[in-house]
């Protein structure tokens, strides 16, 4: 498996709380992805990173920021959680380029926001 | 609008059998596209890449064709067993500056002993 590792694993948070989720990635790729799956709705973009502080925006993004500082980390926030935002969350990274297009995720977040 | 679709409603074949699930999409030039499996609370996993050159490709018991006509992909599972029983996701990959996955909403399948 490749090492891709997301915490917390799951958590409870109260609607107008901040919540901030993070994926921290050994393989030394390029690319760090944040996803939203939802019944109905598949796997849908929240934002990405192509580099250490490149990011954009992906499908899916009000509501949410991004921060990537360091090479192997990606932080998810949520400024001000609303019940919209109760979801599983994963992560992925992939290093495309070269014939390295597979994308690898995460073992994903489960967010409730009450 | 950009589109990606997959068969919503659940896939059940019988054992031995040859599953194949449809993508489709619109409005996209991919360079790339790919198929993942996805199991009940786990993360996706990779299966196959096909380029927009490519007319198919196989692994094992699977096969994946691409036709950039009619925007359509079709993943064919062959000597379907049980433990195929999964989710599948395609993702068209778009290259355009940077690198964005996009994914279909995935089709159930379920393979009945």
């Known amino acids: 498996d490749a090492g891709i590792t997301q915490s917390p694993r799951h958590k409870v948070t109260e609607t107008g709380t901040p919540v901030t989720l993070r994926c921290h990635q050994t393989e030394n790729h390029r690319y760090m992805y944040w996803y939203r799956q939802d019944p109905g709705h598949g796997l849908r973009l929240i934002h990405y990173?192509?580099?250490?502080?490149?990011?954009d925006k992906g499908e899916v993004s009000d509501g949410y920021s991004v921060s990537r500082s360091k090479t192997e980390d990606f932080l998810l926030t949520l400024e001000s959680a609303t019940s919209s935002q109760t979801s599983v969350y994963f992560c992925?990274?992939?290093?495309?380029?070269?014939?390295?297009?597979?994308?690898?995720f995460g073992p994903g977040t489960r967010l409730l926001v009450l | 609008s950009q589109k990606i679709e997959q068969n919503s409603e659940a896939l059940n074949i019988q054992e031995g059998k040859t599953a194949t699930l449809t993508c489709n999409y619109t409005n996209y030039s991919p360079a790339y596209l790919q198929w993942y499996r996805q199991d009940p609370g786990r993360g996706p996993v990779f299966l196959l890449l096909?380029?927009?050159?490519?007319k198919e490709k196989r692994k094992e018991r699977l096969k994946v064709t691409f036709d950039t006509t009619l925007k359509q992909s079709l993943f064919h599972i062959t000597a379907s067993q049980p433990a195929d029983s999964a989710t599948y996701l395609c993702a068209l990959l778009t290259t355009s500056g940077t690198y964005k996955y996009i994914f279909g909403t995935g089709t159930r399948l379920k393979v009945l002993a």
């Open positions: 990173s192509y580099g250490v502080k490149d990011t």
């Open positions: 992925a990274i992939s290093d495309p380029g070269g014939g390295r297009e597979t994308q690898y």
């Open positions: 096909i380029r927009e050159n490519e």
